[in-house]
């Protein structure tokens, strides 16, 4: 257990700019800072100082071999890579700033730490202004993963990485929700063709408009002896109670009911996450959390981890859940449900 003074800072329009300049000299320092981005956020630190990406493994508890993504604020990557493929090149002009991780080739400026020994590194530039400010100030490319404890479901609030952080890291700072609620895509473009590792807030569909052959690679297949993205054989994103997903096609709800039913009847605390469409009809003796409308998988993407935390919070002893359809976002929100899942 870490204790250290944790400085945290909720951001106003009238304290921005002096917190985000406090926060970038605790990253020019070799500090870790937890920030805002839009898709989760972020435990930073400078990319390019090993001690300093030390402290964030430390603070998260991750494995040494989970490599890190770094973020820019710039699309000029030229220093960090060996190369630029056109298609990335092509996926840099579409989605950044964005939802989007690229993988290259990367050059020697990039610490081993930071990639986890692989010749390869993970980029993304945020489609967020306090994000973005916080590594022009710092002056860095800033190497970060979420901002949670290993294991737990990233944070989309400020109140979560003060819950999982505090203590643990120099400074936190936000205030608003991450509003793609999901980690970011990413895609290994240093293999033709190029491959999705994660899906994310940018979709399968949306990528392969720019080539055709652009794939995702087969989830939770565990048996690949060094998978290609070292983070997905840890458990991820899990709530403390054993989530269940219910895919009865045509009776999720009846069959939702069901088991809440008996688990209730064991006396055990039941918690729901259900769509708008279905919250009503569920047992009142559960507790429900409603992710959003079946019709908006936005919303259920930016609800989804809330919802996960919420149930920790509520002490349940088991989560049912629907599923989702697996096109679109669907894909990510599916994927991210399944990882947190009891049945794998
Ligand atoms: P997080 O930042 O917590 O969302 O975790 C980063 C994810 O990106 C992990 O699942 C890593 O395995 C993956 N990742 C980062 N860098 C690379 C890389 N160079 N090659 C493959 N996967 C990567
Ligand atoms: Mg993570």
């Not at 973005?132 to 737990?152: C, D, F, R, T, Y």
């Not at 002896?225 to 009846?254: C, F, V, W």
Request: aromatic share 6%.
């Amino acid at each position: 257990m870490i204790i250290m003074k944790t400085k945290v800072a909720r951001l106003t329009k009238k304290n921005w700019m002096t917190v985000i300049k406090e926060a970038a000299d605790v990253i020019k320092a070799g500090g870790i800072v937890a920030f805002p981005t839009e898709t989760v956020y972020g435990l930073g630190a400078n990319a390019l100082d090993e001690e300093a990406v030390k402290k964030i493994f430390v603070a998260k508890g991750r494995p040494q071999d989970n490599p890190l993504i770094i973020h820019v604020a710039d699309k000029d990557i030229t220093q960090y890579v060996k190369e630029i493929p056109p298609i990335a090149k092509q996926l840099i002009d579409a989605f950044w700033p964005g939802p989007l991780t690229i993988i290259f080739k990367k050059t020697n400026l990039i610490p081993d730490v930071t990639s986890a020994n692989l010749n390869t590194i993970g980029i993304r530039m945020p489609n967020h202004p306090i994000a973005l400010e916080l590594i022009k100030s710092s002056g860095v490319p800033i190497a970060a993963p979420s901002a949670n404890l290993s294991g737990k479901p990233s944070p989309t609030t400020l109140e979560h990485c003060i819950r999982d952080l505090d203590g643990r890291v120099d400074y936190i700072l936000g205030g608003t929700i991450s509003e793609v609620g999901l980690e970011s895509t990413i895609i290994d473009c240093t293999v033709y063709p190029p491959v999705v590792l994660r899906p994310g807030g940018i979709t399968l569909e949306q990528l392969q408009l720019f080539d055709h052959n652009i794939y995702l690679t087969t989830p939770y297949d565990l048996k690949d002896e060094t998978p290609k993205s070292p983070g997905m054989k840890y458990r991820h994103y899990a709530p403390i109670a054993p989530l269940y997903l219910i895919n009865e096609e045509d009776s999720m709800e009846q069959k939702i009911n069901m088991l809440c039913h008996k688990y209730v009847e064991e006396g055990k605390k039941v918690g729901i996450l259900a769509p708008d469409e279905t919250k009503d009809l569920y047992n009142a003796n559960a507790f429900i959390y409603t992710l959003g409308s079946r019709e908006n998988l936005l919303e259920v993407g930016q609800n989804l981890y809330q919802g996960l935390r919420q149930m920790d919070e509520e002490e349940v002893d088991l989560i049912l859940c629907e599923t989702f359809p697996e096109t679109g976002l669907g894909i990510a929100i599916m994927n991210r449900l399944k990882k947190a899942s009891s049945k794998k």
